[in-house]
């Protein structure tokens, strides 16, 4: 059998038949196909069986909609925009090779394209390759970098930066951050330092943002992925990248139910322009197989 994408899926399973219990349990086997999960399978499943049943709906594509209201309840675009005139300090944190690096190259040229000043904090230094990597990408996109050696304290390429970004003038700093699984009380003695730094150096709450990677093709993992690093340090909201190469987005409807979160971008490629403000409605229509992406 060739991969269908999960929206086409919905798409045929929804279209031109009467609702039963075969209908149900294919529906329940597709949601847990595109990373929904279990649970929440089950209760999208139970949700519909009841409105179906109040309502006397007996066709299964009249149901197509009312699932886009559920997943409509359980997830939420991340809406608040970075302050100009003040410094806000974004860190892009998420396990190996989700597309940390990448998507703030990303964000750079969106942010820049906005009207922001925008500095790159290349706070990975636990690989030397890491830091060359960002630091091609402000090369090819004339971003300012504040880099040190491998090895470094991330914590002092913070403190770097943030001088650096006042007596620029700048309004945000994108921060890379080392991506090796670490477990839970690394990762939180490491995020701790960078945090005592930045508040130390005056950043406001409000202006402080820690945003999660995930990678679109890993589905369930991402939920995990979600769960320890929200655990170790609260999360403000997810980036979804590779989204191009897995049209799966059951993780993060996943991940907005659970630990309610919202989305911030999704990235759908390897190229600079390649990142999307999350859209609700785009996102769930695409999800659902409603209408053309
Ligand atoms: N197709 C596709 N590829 C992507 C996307 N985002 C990132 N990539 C690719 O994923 C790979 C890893 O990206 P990186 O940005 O290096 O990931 P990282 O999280 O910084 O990785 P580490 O620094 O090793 O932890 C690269 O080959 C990227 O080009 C995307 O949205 N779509
Ligand atoms: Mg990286």
Redesign the pocket.
Known sequence: MFFKKFGDKLRSLFGGRKIDEAFFEELEDTLIEGDLGARLTEEISERLREIARKESITEASQLQLRMKDILSEYIQPYTEEPRKGELSVYM?L?????????????MSRYFTGKGYKVLLAAA?T??A??VD??DIHAQRLGMRIVKQQMGSDPGAVIYDAITSAQSHGDDLILA?T???MHNKENLMRELKKMDKVIHARGIKEENYRKFL?I??TTGQNGVSQATLFNEAVPLDGII??????AAKGGALVQIGRTLSLPVVF?????GYD??RRFDKDEFLDSLLGLGER
Do not use: P
């Not at 998420?94 to 990303?106: D, E, P």
């Not at 979804?240 to 190469?245: E, H, P, R, V």
């Open positions: 892009i998420g396990v190996n090779g989700v597309g940390k690096t990448t998507t703030i190259a990303k990975d636990f690989r390759a890491a990597q960002l890379d080392a991506g090796r990677v990678d679109a979804l990248t590779k989204y191009d190469s999704v990235c759908v490629g390897e390649d990142i």
